[in-house]
């Protein structure tokens, strides 16, 4: 058993409350190999933010569970090297699918860990989640659960159409589990191919897709049940164009990739929603900047030629949604 606590992760419980107060949010990165951590820890010490090392149950399979612990902790001590004093770093268990898989994240270090019941009846989701929360809370890891569905394919998690969450329902699913956050569904979605060209009206100037707005008024209602009770947003990647154009010039295929627009996402932060989860854009800057190494440079070989300049778009990415989109930079002591 490591608890987190002794390689110097920290769970969520304080960020949660500070950033609800201060109308901000933590970003939440997902993560699988050691460029996309390095480029997290630089943008999250530099800005000095808080910041959520996120964890699928496929990128734990992929990396290896014991490989993730000693990453995590050394994140920690490399956010020290590069000049943070109190590095804020959570390692968190993204779409935890059964009690056993939770537990054994919480007996490898993680402090933090979300049960995603939402694809089971309303009483079977209380009771995993209760049961989750039960065993999380002796070790004073934090638990996110959820409610709704969101549309999207992530790793294993996939489903064809969303259901918002019912208000009704927060109070009651809040209370019986024990939940410290909650991920709703307001309009977010998982992947890069968040909505339908039908869904999406067309940018007459560029051509482009514009998605659906994200459903405030189902967060304002929830937030009125829970006042400052953390809520999480899933699927919250914006899909840069110019990532997407990148790849599609450089020998890729996405087509019709459409995310939620940045300026949605930064009203949202403003509320109680106080963790934003970001995978997608990450996985086009990193494939954006390693086909154009690549098509630029054909006859180059050496990894670090095309992975740094991954890194460095990944960087700079964390570092823009940091700064110019959540709002946590200059939020650790
Ligand atoms: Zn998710």
Redesign the pocket.
């Known amino acids: 058993m490591t608890n987190y606590k002794e390689i110097g992760l920290v769970n969520t419980r304080a960020m949660f409350a500070k950033a609800v107060d201060g109308g901000y949010a933590i970003p939440a990165f997902n993560f699988n190999n050691m460029e996309q951590l390095q480029a997290i820890i630089m943008a999250s010490a530099e800005t000095n933010s808080p910041v959520i090392l996120q964890v699928s149950k496929g990128a734990r399979n992929y990396a290896n569970q014991t490989l993730l612990r000693y990453m995590a902790e050394g994140a920690v001590e490399y956010a020290k090297e590069l000049g943070q004093k109190k590095p804020e770093i959570v390692l968190h268990l993204?779409?935890g699918d059964s009690f056993e898989l939770c537990k054994s994240c919480i007996e490898m270090g993680f402090s933090s860990v979300m049960i995603d019941g939402s694809a089971l009846p309303y009483d079977e989701n209380v009771a995993l989640t209760r049961k989750v929360v039960d065993y999380a809370h002796q070790y004073d890891v934090t638990v996110e659960g959820e409610l709704g569905v969101?549309a999207g394919v992530?790793d294993e998690?996939s489903a064809a159409e969303s259901h918002y969450t019912k208000p009704e329902e927060v109070i009651d699913f809040v209370t019986k589990t024990g939940v410290d956050s909650l991920a709703i569904s307001i309009g977010t979605s998982?992947g890069a191919y968040k909505f339908t060209p039908e869904q999406c009206t067309v940018d007459p100037q560029t051509g482009r897709l514009v998605p659906p707005p994200l459903a405030f008024d189902v967060l304002a209602a929830i937030e009125e049940k829970l006042p400052g009770f953390p809520i999480v947003l899933?699927?919250s990647s914006s899909v840069p164009q110019e990532d997407v154009d990148i790849i599609n010039a450089n020998g890729g295929a996405l087509k019709q990739a459409v995310g939620i627009p940045e300026e949605q996402l930064r009203k949202a932060a403003k509320s109680a929603v106080c963790k934003i989860?970001i995978d997608s854009d990450s996985r086009l800057a990193m494939t954006a900047a390693v086909r154009k190494a690549l098509a630029d440079k054909p006859a180059e070989f050496d990894p670090r030629k095309y992975l740094g300049p991954a890194r460095d778009r990944m960087k700079e990415l964390y570092k823009h949604k940091i700064v110019e989109v959540l709002g946590s930079d200059g939020k650790c002591e």
Do not use: F, I, M, T
Request: avoid cysteine; aromatic fraction near 0%.
């Open positions: 993204d779409h969101l992530e998690v998982h899933h699927g989860n």
